[in-house]
């Protein structure tokens, strides 16, 4: 017997519930999930703590996330309109993510500005964002 999660499925492919079950099998715990619930057509799909390719259904589901079955796959809310999906089921910002969070000694929590298509620096020291992302540089800038 092994620890395993499942998640519970709406209608609309949205996970509205996880649960765990001690169990053998996935079949186990799908069927102890359907009876608990009194339910035996609910939608119930393992999901995997350690999710990051096809074979454990990319991410571990949260409730709110979407179920893709015909990629078998797991994905969270899209953040933002703008953002895609890419091939292993992650939100990928327009602008790539800044890979650094330091100017200097300065440490800046990156935000994603939707209506300026850009990475934001906050300045949680100061309240207040100082710096923006720039791509082409590879360097935050100060505004």
Do not use: C, H
């Amino acid at each position: 017997m092994a620890i395993k999660n499942f998640a519970l499925i709406d209608g609309n492919d949205i996970v509205t519930n996880i649960t765990i079950y001690d169990v053998d099998s996935e079949a186990e715990g799908v069927a102890l999930y359907r009876a608990a619930l009194g339910d035996n057509t609910a939608n119930v799909v393992e999901t995997f703590q350690n999710a990051n390719d096809a074979s454990t259904r990319w991410n571990f589901a949260g409730i709110g996330y979407t179920w893709d079955s015909a990629n078998s796959a797991f994905y969270e809310p899209k953040p933002f309109d703008s953002w895609t999906l890419d091939s292993s089921y992650q939100w990928q910002a327009p602008v790539t993510k800044p890979n650094t969070d330091y100017v200097g000694d300065i440490y800046l929590i990156s935000q994603w500005n939707e209506g300026e298509s850009r990475w934001d620096g906050f300045n949680a020291t100061t309240d207040t964002v100082e710096y923006v992302w720039n791509p082409n540089t590879l360097a935050w800038d100060s505004i």
